[in-house]
């Protein structure tokens, strides 16, 4: 494996970041994409090779490759209502030229296509395994569905294309928009006197998965020489409630005695209650395991905030 490159599209983001110290931690070497003008400073020590492009456009000429991990993507479920038609060009296009680009090479290269397990639809029993019903719930979802449908083309066309739907993320240089930074940022911002934040529902449940545990999943899907599947979910098998994590976090920042209180207009009556996936596809044949615990998050994401 020495001297050869795994490119990660998207590498200045946070799952980005990870996945550069993760594959660094190999003997391949780190392309990066990224619309910034530089590499991010999280990992300007490990990458090396970086290109700027917007990938709607064009993919960067980066022949000769082992894998392509594809990250790049309008990635927010909610904004993709107001906007829906740039949640379904910018995502479909970024996928054709990735994929136009590496069938006119002589050397065809792993390609990971990140889709996710929000294309699922919570109204069906659980785990959801990858045969689950889909739900075309938003726009953002029907990106990734058109993702998917693309990968199918272009596996036809000979193409080693691999889908994998990922759920929840959680973890250190997370931002926020998502539950564990949006408490943080809130618990940091109490004034004196202050016992309380307001949240909405926090008592639905989700499977998160820790970033670092993520990213040692799509090297296994980029790397390992043959897989027996097209399409693998990513996820512990475990749900946890937003209250969980509030209070996970509150004892890390030592803030025992605060508590929430429900704003009743941040109630999203239609959210479900429990969803929960089966990542056994990927447990059985590549051997892997979620390796972080949910006090280990919130610690680690705590101690990045202060570092």
């Known amino acids: ?24 931690n190999t003997d391949l070497s780190v392309i990066g994409i990224g619309q910034e003008t530089e590499v991010s400073s999280n990992v300007s020590g490990i990458v090396d090779e970086y290109y700027q ?11 000769n490759i082992r894998a392509v991990i594809h990250l790049a993507g309008l990635a927010a479920v909610g904004p993709s209502f107001d906007k829906p038609r740039l949640y379904i060009n910018v995502n479909s296009s970024m ?19 990140v889709s996710s397990g929000a294309i699922y639809s919570p109204n069906q029993s659980m785990p959801i395994t990858e045969d689950g019903e889909i739900g075309f719930s938003s726009p953002y979802v029907v990106s990734k569905i058109l993702n998917e449908n693309q990968v199918t083309y272009y596996r036809n066309r000979g ?6 739907r990922p759920f929840n993320h959680i973890g250190p ?6 539950v564990l930074p949006d408490f943080y940022y809130r618990l940091s911002s109490l004034k004196k ?26 090297c296994k899907l ?21 209250s969980e994590i509030f209070n996970e976090l509150k004892s890390v920042m030592k803030l025992d005695g605060v508590s929430y209180e429900i704003d009743q207009s941040l109630v999203r009556p239609t959210d479900a209650k ?21 006090r280990q998050t919130v610690v680690d994401f705590v101690k990045s905030k202060s570092s």
């Not at 193409?159 to 994998?164: A, F, K, R």
């Not at 529902?201 to 799509?218: F, G, L, M, S």
């Open 1 to 24: 494996m020495e001297g050869e490159k795994v490119v990660i599209s998207g590498i200045n983001g946070f799952v980005g970041s990870h996945l550069a110290r993760e594959i660094n």
């Open 159 to 164: 193409l080693d294309c691999v889908i994998v």
């Open 274 to 294: 429990d969803i929960v996936g089966d990542s056994s596809r990927l447990r059985d044949e590549l051997g892997w395991e979620p390796q972080i615990d949910l």
């Open 173 to 178: 240089g997370q931002g926020k928009g998502f």
């Open 222 to 242: 980029a790397l390992t020489e043959t897989l027996e599947h097209s399409v693998y979910n990513l996820c512990t098998d475990v749900s946890v409630s937003g």
């Open 95 to 113: 996928v054709t030229n990735l994929c136009e680009y590496y069938l006119k090479q002589d050397k065809k290269p792993r390609i990971v296509i």
């Open 193 to 218: 006197g202050e016992h309380a934040i307001i949240t909405g529902n926090i008592e639905t449940k989700r499977d998160y998965t820790d970033v670092r545990d993520i990213v040692k999943a799509y």
């Open 53 to 63: 492009a917007n990938l709607v456009e064009i993919w960067p000429d980066i022949p």
